[in-house]
């Protein structure tokens, strides 16, 4: 068991272009979230998986952002048309059950030019 | 809605203890959770309290009281290596995901 992973973990892209971030959670884990972060915040929270179905997105996320987990496996997070305010750090964390903990991985840095 | 306070900043040395309080409102409660994070790292999980009381691990104890709203982390012998960001997060009865409050920057000096 190697953790959450994420890939990439930067990417520089140019304004209203699309870009699609992947998260490989723990194998065993049922539960996937994606969480956004910005620098000297707390993560936001995106939007949550259980298995393959997406139980709960943010009123946050707006309609050029979409995120699947097709398999109940790994997942995905596409941003169309990104603008600067895009530029964050994009966590995913997954967990087994209802237990008070979740494992992050180590992100993907988007910076929006 | 659901807000969270936590202090912005807290100096202590080395060996000291310190405590960083989380206080929310929220419309509902089911946990509250501590994270712990370096610059440039990922948010680990460090303890858990469902319900009211102390939960310990090692040098961090965890405390909740649901019916002031409050939390803390309590660090002891506070060393080099804890010098972080730590965040308090609480999940409502309505949502299966934590909301995390905006984080306490501990700088522990020598």
């Known amino acids: 068991d190697t953790g959450v992973s994420q890939d990439p973990r930067h990417k520089i892209t140019k304004r209203g272009q699309n870009v699609t971030f992947r998260c490989d959670p723990i194998?065993?884990?049922?539960?996937l979230y994606w969480y956004r972060q910005t620098l000297g915040q707390g993560p936001e929270f995106l939007t949550y998986?259980?298995?393959?179905?997406?139980?709960?997105k943010s009123r946050l996320l707006s309609d050029r952002f979409s995120a699947e987990r097709p398999k109940g496996s790994f997942s995905t997070l596409e941003i169309q048309r990104t603008e600067q305010g895009d530029s964050a750090m994009y966590l995913c964390?997954?967990?087994?059950?209802?237990?008070?903990?979740?494992?992050f991985g180590s992100g993907t840095r988007l910076t929006v030019v | 809605g659901q807000s969270l306070e936590q202090p912005s900043e807290v100096t202590a040395v080395e060996g000291a203890i310190v405590q960083i309080n989380c206080t929310y409102q929220?419309?509902?409660?089911?946990?509250l959770s501590w994270y712990q994070q370096h610059d440039g790292g990922a948010p680990t999980f460090l303890s858990y309290?469902?319900?009211?009381g102390l939960e310990e691990t090692g040098r961090f104890s965890s405390f909740l009281s649901r019916s002031d709203s409050y939390g803390y982390l309590l660090l002891q012998e506070l060393q080099m290596k804890d010098s972080a960001s730590y965040f308090c997060?609480?999940?409502?009865?309505?949502?299966?995901?934590?909301?995390f409050g905006p984080g306490t920057r501990l700088s522990v000096l020598p």
């Open positions: 964390a997954s967990s087994l059950g209802e237990g008070g903990g979740y494992t």
């Open positions: 194998s065993e884990h049922n539960r």
């Open positions: 998986f259980q298995n393959e179905a997406q139980l709960e």
């Open positions: 929220t419309s509902g409660f089911y946990g």
């Open positions: 309290n469902g319900l009211d």
């Open positions: 997060a609480v999940r409502d009865n309505y949502g299966q995901n934590f909301v």
